[in-house]
T-cell receptor, first 113, second 115 residues
Framework: DVKVTQSSRYLVKRTGEKVFLECVQD?????MFWYRQDPGLGLRLIYF???????EKGDIPEGYSVSREKKERFSLILESASTNQTSMYLC????????????FGPGTRLTVT | AQSVTQLDSQVPVFEEAPVELRCNYS??????LFWYVQYPNQGLQLLLK??????LVESINGFEAEFNKSQTSFHLRKPSVHISDTAEYFC?????????????FGTGTQLKVEL
């Protein structure tokens, strides 16, 4: 089974802190994605990556950056956390051979105070 | 660009009753369609998908969805729901080509099954 793991299930940070959210997948998938999930808004794509060191902006990249130094790991960085970044963050991965199916991690609920 | 509309944010239903969760999409090109389910405190899991072939697709737990190109819909149905089906359901779409495996999600429908 594909497994996507996220470093924390719950995280509380203060405004202005630098925050790292880590995601690891174990199926050698080429594509990795970061979404945020908010009630009534569904999932919105923040950034995605097709390959190591490759990244592209999604629909809401402002205030975020990403890093993909190894194929299995995709990190989301909040350079200076703000209260409007309080949300559920979901990581996903997919293979270019799997018919666009994405596999999701359990999510990280981030609270910025 | 693609978009997905899930008209119902919440659907309450009694156990063993039928249910339909509605999904409409908009796209200028051909698409693949998906339904994902999110149980409480978990990530999303693929429920079913339409890539090609038969327009009626089924999941292992009794859900089915029918791709209707003329109505640009992909509604999810189950003839008899169980308490364990309580979850949030997301419809998603991606382009057949050139989409880079990116999915566009709807805003979700919370299915609440009651005794």
């Amino acid at each position: 089974d594909v497994k996507v793991t996220q470093s924390s299930r719950y995280l509380v940070k203060r405004t202005g802190e630098k925050v790292f959210l880590e995601c690891v997948q174990d199926m050698d998938h080429e594509n990795m994605f970061w979404y945020r999930q908010d009630p009534g808004l569904g999932l919105r794509l923040i950034y995605f990556s097709y390959d190591v060191k490759m990244k592209e902006k999604g629909d809401i990249p402002e205030g975020y950056s990403v890093s993909r130094e190894k194929k299995e790991r995709f990190s989301l960085i909040l350079e200076s956390a703000s209260t409007n970044q309080t949300s559920m963050y979901l990581c996903a991965s997919s293979s270019i051979y799997s018919g666009h199916e994405q596999y999701f991690g359990p999510g990280t609920r981030l609270t910025v105070t | 660009a693609q978009s997905v509309t899930q008209l119902d944010s919440q659907v309450p239903v009694f156990e063993e009753a039928p249910v339909e969760l509605r999904c409409n999409y908009s796209s200028s090109v051909s698409v693949y369609l998906f339904w994902y389910v999110q149980y409480p405190n978990q990530g999303l899991q693929l429920l079913l998908k339409y890539l090609s072939g038969s327009t009626l697709v089924e999941s292992i737990n009794g859900f089915e969805a029918e791709f209707n190109k003329s109505q640009t819909s992909f509604h999810l149905r189950k003839p008899s729901v169980h308490i364990s089906d309580t979850a949030e359901y997301f419809c998603a779409v991606t382009r057949l080509t050139g989409g880079g495996n990116k999915l566009t999600f709807g805003t979700g429908t919370q299915l609440k099954v009651e005794l």
